[in-house]
């Protein structure tokens, strides 16, 4: 169990929901909206997923390590590091923490070459896409991540989103629609919510380290209307899903968890401590995996009505 704990934390496998949920709902479209499911595919296709993002997590943390950007969130006092901290307080050697990496990624190689064999190279595909993003968002010679010009953002909703709905759905019916791809915009900007929100915990340390996030290049206060718009953005791509039909009405329940997010970000001023943003890190983070389940539900009773 001990041993557990420290992978769990190693890997950051808390926040594997935002990727279990995308992938949930491609897999419940193809059930709504077509009657098909298969559950054999359905779990390859998880397994694969969730060790991607699990990959992502530990490549991000091996290349902010070596990049210099933990260490420089270690000794910023205002900072508060999101990383595992395995590599920059000494837990774990590089080279075993590399060689964990590397084998998540093997996992998610072998579930793409698996569901492929059924479905097609286009899940293969996609599979690469998202292991490339997750690869380059930190390391050489690309380090869009860094960059500061909205890209890490356009990965996000890429990776969360559209890539593992949209090829969710394909593993099931071997086609692609219209349908999967509307679907994939709220949960994916939900996570891009969160993801952009983390920055404001570690800003001044990513200044320090040269890692230009949009936080850096815009500041708090051009950087939290962007936030709040983000937020708005999830929420009303989620009633042009409604009003196109690709989900029932009763996914309006999702607006259930609008209000206390909002109600965070009346709480902010231009400038911030660090630790003022926690709450909207918690808010985000809630909203995405309260709403993603909700979705996820009235997909299912969809299905079951149809």
Partial sequence: MDKLKLWMKATRARVLPV?????????????????????????VTLLGAACTHLFSNMINDLWDYRNGVDVAAKETAAAIST?????????????????????????AVACGITVSLYSGWW???????????????????????????????????????????????????????????????????WTTLILFNHHFLHWRADL???????VVVWGEKKAIAFSRFLAL?????LIACIAVQALHWYALLALITAPKLFRVYGTLKDENDSRAYLPLMGASLQASVRSGGLIALALLVQGLLN
């Fill in 123 to 189: 899940p293969l595909a996609i599979g690469a896409l998202g292991g490339l993003i997750a690869y380059f968002y930190v390391a050489p010679p690309l380090k869009f991540g860094y960059r500061g010009k909205g890209y890490s953002e356009i990965a996000i909703l890429l990776s969360f989103g559209i890539l593992p709905v949209m090829g969710t759905y394909y593993v099931q019916l071997q086609q692609f629609d219209y349908k999967p791809l509307l679907l994939s915009l709220p949960v994916g900007l």
């Fill in 233 to 237: 953005l999830a929420y009303a791509s």
């Fill in 19 to 43: 990727m279990v949920i995308p992938v949930i709902l491609g897999g419940l479209g193809a059930y709504a909206w077509e009657g098909v499911f298969h559950p054999v595919l359905f779990l």
């Fill in 83 to 107: 990383n595992s901290g395995f590599l920059a307080n000494g837990v774990m050697t590089e080279r075993k923490f590399g060689a964990a990496t590397w084998s998540l990624f093997a996992i």
């Fill in 208 to 214: 320090q380290a040269g890692k230009r996030t949009l």
